[in-house]
């Protein structure tokens, strides 16, 4: 089967501001954080490094596994919201 959903996590640079998100199309989601062209979080913080990737069956899964990510220790201070 096919993966249809992601979690990502990018980056402004090594040990810096970083961004977890959501998406069904990685690498698109990829380009638009690096040519700046989504508002919010990622772009005022440069977060334009993809630093890791998981891919999941299905959004819903992809969704619980970022959530999850967000409550582990030392990802609380400087993590985006879902793409």
Known sequence: MTKSAYVYLTA??????TYLGVTSNLAQRVYQHRNKLIEGYSKDHNCMLLVWFE???DIQDARARMEAQEMAPGM????GRRA
């Open 76 to 79: 609380e201070n400087g993590v």
């Open 12 to 17: 402004n640079r090594h040990c810096g501001k």
């Open 55 to 57: 891919a999941h069956d």
